[in-house]
């Protein structure tokens, strides 16, 4: 298997194992209903709006040539000023978090060369990517303490909003929890030509959430979802964006662990949906919240020049109703009218036809009440394990159930290296805006999500699906697959 990933063992330390028996505790006692009753930790909290917010820094390619762009990183630990008057420890791509944004076009390869400079290993994936199994960011396939791997991006894929983080077996939880994410946007000529609204008036809110002490340092439990409840966009907790009086692109995030978010406007605004994980959708979908759970994005115009000057709109996550804790995210200012010749078209993208299913799998998602981990049709992830062996170039229908209607745990699941169709959930086919191009798709609890999911990249080689709850995916919710010619 040339395409397999190099390294292909892991044995637990025992740093590792506390910590997930620690996670495995805690699933036990994790309540039925699906809340965060608790308040936000003890840190000295920053009077809300009075920070803007900071846009993650687009990364120069170190050379350039036609054959594509390469770029250099370093992960390594960092403190970022996130809560007023404090130093918290990250660890971060190039010092900041998140992470630099790289800006790649389809068509045109990037390089990025990544020196691991923490005293953990690393691996990194790019998220919703159509890349080689080499340059995957596998669990196993590690970056060890002082040593560097260059990961290959083809981008052979229509614009998207893609990002990358940390994927090493077991500590992935934790790694991204601390800062190892980072965006990755794809732009396409089809996509420039519709004048969607670009430059300035194109803004990534990467949402995640946190728990800190008084010394303003991460806390971290596996599973400790309950009391991360201070929630950053761009690494800032409420900060504020001064917008002019016309459209703006948003382009959101769901980069938390385990929080679900469902957003909406503070003055009941439309939010026109434009994309989702992999890119356009057929035609905008007017709408007035927008639900992201962890890892899923989706692409929003707002136009603000229906607001007054001086006026101000709230970004509000509502996922627990009018009560869900920090549920302000982030104040518009509205300020002067701009000129604008961006428009919303009326049809956005031609979406490839999927062919006849010719094999239905059926992906159970639940506790291991034995052990509590959390497992795929009852097995831990096991890397030298092959789940499903799929034939290159075709469709399959899988049937994902959410077993743990009786714990109440949410779940969702993520497959490397495709974008795939969701048909229905519990029989219900989804909205337009939740079909395709998917990477990632929720599973409420008990719940069943049917999936068309075609294996067209030329790659062979195996690759993870797993739950996007990374608390989840850390605790061995996670299985892989075999692409064969
Ligand atoms: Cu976002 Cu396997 O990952
Ligand atoms: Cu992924
Ligand atoms: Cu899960």
């Known amino acids: 298997m040339p395409n397999a990933p190099t390294v292909k ?55 350039s040539t036609p054959a ?44 990025v060369r990544v020196t691991n400079k923490m005293s953990s290993p690393s ?48 500590i992935e939880a934790e790694q991204v929890y601390r800062g190892l994410a980072g965006l990755y946007l794809i732009g396409d000529e089809e ?8 430059g300035a008036y ?4 990467f949402i995640r959430d946190a728990e800190f002490d008084e010394q303003g340092r991460m806390l971290f439990t596996l599973d400790g979802f309950a009391t991360r409840t201070t929630v950053l966009v761009n690494g800032a907790q409420q900060p504020y964006l001064p917008v002019r009086r016309r459209k703006y692109r948003l382009r959101l995030i769901n980069a938390a662990n385990s929080r679900p978010i469902r957003l909406v406007l503070s003055d009941g605004g439309e939010l026109v949906r434009i994309a989702s994980d992999g890119g356009l959708l057929e035609r905008p979908v007017r709408a007035t919240q927008v639900e992201l759970w962890p890892a899923e994005r989706a692409e929003v115009i707002v136009d603000f020049s229906t607001r007054p000057t001086g006026g101000t709109v709230i970004l509000e996550n509502i996922f627990n109703g009018p009560e869900t804790p920090n549920r302000q995210l982030l104040q518009f200012q509205v300020t002067d009218p701009a000129p604008d010749n961006s428009r919303i078209p009326e ?13 239905t799998r059926t992906i159970n998602l639940g506790r291991d009440p034995t052990n509590s981990f ?27 159930n959410n077993t743990d209607g009786q714990f109440g745990f949410p779940h969702s699941i993520h497959i490397h290296q495709v974008q795939f169709r969701v048909l229905d959930r519990n029989g219900q086919a989804v909205g337009p805006e939740e079909a395709y191009p998917k990477d990632t798709v929720r599973i409420p609890a008990g719940q069943t999500v049917r999936l068309l999911v075609r294996f067209e990249s030329p790659f062979t080689g195996v690759y993870p699906y797993h739950c996007h709850f990374l608390d989840h995916a850390a605790a061995h919710m996670m299985a892989q697959l075999e692409i064969v010619p």
């Open 9 to 63: 063992t892991w044995t637990l330390n025992r740093r590792n194992a506390l910590k997930l028996s620690v996670g495995a505790a805690a699933g036990v006692v994790v309540p039925a209903r699906w809340l965060y009753p608790r308040q936000a930790g003890h840190a000295a909290e920053s009077p809300p709006f009075s920070r803007p917010l900071p846009i993650p820094r687009v990364l120069a390619p170190t050379s």
């Open 68 to 111: 594509g762009d390469v770029y250099q990183m370093t992960i390594a630990p960092a403190t970022a000023r996130i809560l007023p008057g404090l130093d918290t420890p990250v660890l971060a791509f190039n010092g900041q978090f998140p992470g630099p944004t790289i800006k790649a076009r389809t068509g045109r390869p990037v390089r």
């Open 123 to 170: 691996s990194v994936h790019l998220h919703g990517a159509d890349v080689a199994p080499s340059s995957d960011g596998h669990p196993v396939d590690l970056i060890q303490p002082g040593e560097s791997k260059t990961y290959h991006y083809p981008n052979r894929q229509p614009a998207a909003t893609l990002w990358y983080h940390d994927h090493a077996h077991h």
């Open 191 to 198: 996509s420039d030509a519709l004048r969607l609204p670009g």
């Open 202 to 205: 194109d803004i990534p809110l």
């Open 347 to 359: 049809t956005l993208r031609t979406h490839p036809a999927f062919g006849d299913p010719v094999v």
């Open 374 to 400: 959390y497992a795929i049709n009852g097995l831990p992830f096991d890397p030298n394990r092959i789940d499903f062996q799929i034939k290159r170039g075709t469709t399959e229908l899988w049937v994902v």
